[in-house]
């Protein structure tokens, strides 16, 4: 089995479950830095485009699963972002399926995104997997259009593609801003939300691996997309509740009316993150339940004590 972006946060814990459930694994990388020191073969690629040579990652591969991707960015100081996008996340994953149909692999999961549905929920709405998808960002469209270039080389070739569509993913060694969430009430930084009452669909790493390996063994995975959270969505006040909690730290949020906020963070230009800390994107994940008799290992609580607990241990600057 070969996955692609191995060095990366899911890929590493990806690599790492495989190879503890039996599997053989090959990981591909951009670069080794450091002698290999792992149970499992790393072939270095280079940079992930319309042009990546991939024969010795794919050799004796039956099965693929690609993680490698241009991810999203807050603030992407390219020309041309949907250019960048596409380079990675639709010319390099067109070039490595083609090779991976030649060279006889049989099933390819691709690992998309939420965006590709959209950027938020209203109500009691939670995102389907025959939604019409709607993704308002380069990134979101970089991996729609993977997805249906995936669908026509299947159509041609006979590659069986498994989508998977997550929502933010936190656990160890999780970046972003999650972990800028966990080192503000880390230090009892007083934040203003405590009236976010929203709902976000969250799902831990060790859920999204668990997903996947589901994806890759289930024969009626066939040609599939799927959702895939870790159950019930938290608003962004209870999240900060949760994580002060783990931490043993008080919560320190308060109260500021959700507009007031909006307003200010447009003036001052941060609109999208306020959206994520404040709207709502929740996912329905009842097919992969149905469909793979999958369910989510570990709860919220469970996946943020293990979070934290990397946290605390880790060198992550506070």
Known sequence: MLVTGASGFVGRILCQELLAQGFEVAASVR????????????????????????SSALTEVNTVIHLAARVHVM?????????????VNLDGTV??????????????????????????TRGQRSYLEQDTPAPQDPY???????????????????????????????????KGN????????????????????????????????DALISCVTHPAGYGQTYLVSDG??????????????????KNRSFYVPSR???????????????DRLFGSLCVNDEKI???????PPYTLDQGLRETIDWYQKSKVPR
């Open 95 to 120: 070039n490595l399926a083609r090779q991976a149909a030649r060279a006889g692999v049989k099933r390819l999961v691709y690992v998309s995104s939420v965006k590709v549905n959209g950027e938020e």
């Open 260 to 274: 007031m906020i909006r307003v200010a963070a447009t003036v001052l230009g941060h609109s999208a993150q306020v």
């Open 31 to 54: 670069r080794i830095t450091l002698p290999p020191e792992r149970l499992f073969p790393e072939i270095e690629v280079g940079d992930v485009h319309a042009s990546t040579d991939w």
């Open 178 to 209: 999650f972990i800028r969430l966990l080192v503000a009430v880390d230090k009892g930084i007083p934040l203003p939300l405590a009236g976010a009452n929203n709902a976000r669909s969250l799902v831990y790493v060790g859920n999204l691996v």
């Open 75 to 87: 603030k992407d100081v390219a020309t041309d972002p949907l250019a960048e996008f596409r380079k």
């Open 232 to 249: 019930k969505a938290v608003s962004t006040a209870v999240l900060v509740e949760k994580i002060a909690e783990a931490l043993g730290r």
């Open 289 to 295: 339940h149905r469909e793979l008799s999958w369910m």
């Open 140 to 174: 979101g469209v970089s991996k729609w259009e993977a997805e249906q270039a995936l669908r026509h080389i299947a159509q041609e070739t006979g590659l069986d593609v498994v989508v998977v569509r997550p929502p933010l993913v936190y656990g160890p060694g999780v």
